[in-house]
Nanobody
């Protein structure tokens, strides 16, 4: 059983920085990759960043490249999303997700954490 718990969401001002954390438990060694997604009100969920668990290959949505950084701490079974120079359009519920292989969709999800950016 995989469990993911996000934390770190808060109300910040445009231009600020914050760090989201995703603590993972369960069969972590079976993960292929983990990702951060977000969903803003009235919009579809979109992937923000992803990282492979073993080789730490990363990928980013164009909208966050150069501002957000995804990283992981294997010892703590935690994935982070460092968000810099946040904008009002970054306001959303941010979700952590995991999958077992590159051929699968993300099947494990956390409950989400709210990030609100005031302009």
């Amino acid at each position: 059983q995989v469990q993911l718990i996000e934390s770190g969401g808060e109300l910040v001002r445009a231009g600020d920085s914050l760090r989201l954390s995703c603590a993972a438990s369960g069969h972590i060694s079976s993960y292929y990759s983990m990702g951060w997604f977000r969903q803003a009100p009235g919009k579809e969920r979109e992937i923000v960043a992803s990282i492979t668990w073993s080789a730490a290959y990363t990928a980013y949505a164009d909208s966050v490249k150069g501002r957000f950084t995804i990283s992981k701490d294997n010892a703590k079974n935690t994935v982070y999303l460092d968000m810099n120079s946040v904008k009002s359009e970054d306001t959303a519920v941010y979700y952590c997700a995991a999958r077992h292989s590159s051929q699968e969709s993300y099947g494990y999800w956390g409950p989400g954490t709210q990030v609100t950016v005031s302009s």
